[in-house]
């Protein structure tokens, strides 16, 4: 690019916001053009020139999961980063793979739900959130990715009916299911007056479908605040995960490599 062209990239709006790279591949011999998550500007393309130099000012900045501030010029077409201060790297995630699967995972889905172009804060808290908490290792990896799928959906637009049975309006009880294609919940007596087959439903238990709630209800503060015996996080993660992919009505990639890890265990 010649000095004309970059003069007058630099001559668009400047942007100052921290953000997330939630997504990086490498352009040229020394580039890379990301998706940041940011916290002003929801989801946004952006280019880093020069940023797989060594000696680049934006290197550190511009890798997958570092979370940095950002100072941005808007050109033409894109965003470009001329200053990325780190803030954190998350460097307990990037030497485990399951952990980086999983937090590759919940970067896919900011990146399919997350605002473009419009203030994002609740998006970029709750990964940050997530990734703090994985990264930690004092909860159960399954437990972070429901209650980050959940709250996910939420935040959205996607938030299920978990308030009674769509039926017949009972809280709780034995034998519940949830219907993912509708984000409903019925007791056991309305799913088979229903006639709802096993595929059409998962089964709910009673501390699952209270899992369920917090995460979808719960102020932000408390949102991993909790604890469940195996089977029941199972089944509140089982539940977490047909929900997502029934309503966002896709598969992603990550999520299947992230699956693929437990194969022969």
Do not use: W
Request: glycine share 6%.
């Amino acid at each position: 690019m010649s000095c004309v062209e970059r003069v007058a990239d630099k001559m668009g709006t400047q942007a100052v916001t921290d953000g997330l790279v939630i997504r990086d591949y490498n352009v040229g011999e020394a580039d890379r053009f990301l998706t940041l998550l940011t916290r002003k500007y929801g989801a946004i393309r952006a280019s880093a020139r020069g940023a797989r130099r060594i000696k680049s000012g934006v290197s550190t900045g511009t890798q997958l999961l570092c979370h940095a501030d950002f100072t941005l010029f808007k050109g033409r077409e894109k965003y470009i980063i001329d200053e990325a201060t780190p803030l954190t790297l998350f460097m307990g995630i990037r030497a485990e793979l399951e952990k980086l699967a999983l937090a590759q995972y919940f970067c896919e889905l900011e990146d399919f739900l997350a605002p473009k172009e419009e203030e994002a804060e609740l998006f970029l808290r709750l990964i940050l959130n997530a990734l703090a908490l994985l990264e930690a290792g004092k909860h159960p990896s399954m437990q972070i990715k429901a209650a980050f799928e959940m709250r996910l959906l939420a935040i959205s637009g996607y938030m299920p009916d978990l308030v009674a049975c769509a039926g017949c309006g009972t809280y709780e009880a034995d034998g519940m299911v949830l219907l993912p294609r509708s984000g409903v919940f019925l007791c056991a007596s309305c799913a088979a007056r229903e006639q709802v087959s096993p595929g059409e439903c998962t089964a709910l238990s009673r501390g699952a479908l209270a899992a369920l709630r917090h995460t979808a209800y719960a102020d932000f503060a408390r949102l991993f605040s909790f604890s469940l015996p195996e089977q029941t996080l199972k089944s509140f993660a089982a539940a977490s995960e047909q929900y997502l992919l029934a309503t966002l009505e896709r598969s992603f990639q990550t999520l299947e490599f992230y699956h693929s890890l437990f194969v022969d265990r």
